[in-house]
């Protein structure tokens, strides 16, 4: 086992669980990004992450002002108008964000080879264990 992890189930690896589960998650990742550039209206988010349904956006964004990353400020205008902007807390994670997108766009060409050479040893797995074992029989 490496140095510093445990597979103890104490109260610091559930914490730690927990807060990775949220951050590490699509849509929190996503959401945390969309964010780095200043606060952002609700609809302006969702325009902008490709694939999000406005109630996982809005279950998304809940969770993260409940963990204290992100504030919601709601202007009384008619309709009244709901921001979101990172907490000083939700920044300390623009970096991480950042360096693991990095990651992923320096070896998305390995990743994706690595997928079709597992994806086709797996099909050829699948048509063997198919096709019914033949016997030669010798005359």
């Known amino acids: 086992m490496s140095p510093g992890y ?3 189930p104490d109260d610091a690896c559930l914490d730690i669980r927990e ?3 949220r951050v ?3 849509w929190s990742l996503l959401v945390v990004g969309a964010l780095d550039g200043g606060p952002r209206r609700f ?3 969702r325009r902008n992450i490709h694939g999000v349904s406005q109630r996982m956006l809005t279950l998304t964004l809940r969770l993260l002002e409940r963990d204290g990353l992100v504030t919601r400020t709601v202007f ?3 309709p009244p108008s709901v921001e979101y902007q990172l907490t000083p807390l939700g920044r300390t994670l ?4 950042r360096a693991l997108s990095q990651w992923a766009r320096q070896h998305r060409d390995e990743i994706r080879a690595a997928r079709a050479q597992f994806d086709g040893q797996a099909v050829n797995e699948t048509v063997s264990a198919r096709q019914p074992a033949l016997d030669v029989v010798e005359a």
Do not use: M
């Open 6 to 8: 445990s597979t103890a």
């Open 76 to 78: 009384a205008t008619v």
């Open 19 to 21: 807060v990775l589960n």
């Open 94 to 97: 623009i970096e991480p964000v």
């Open 24 to 26: 590490g998650d699509k």
């Open 43 to 45: 609809n302006d988010l």
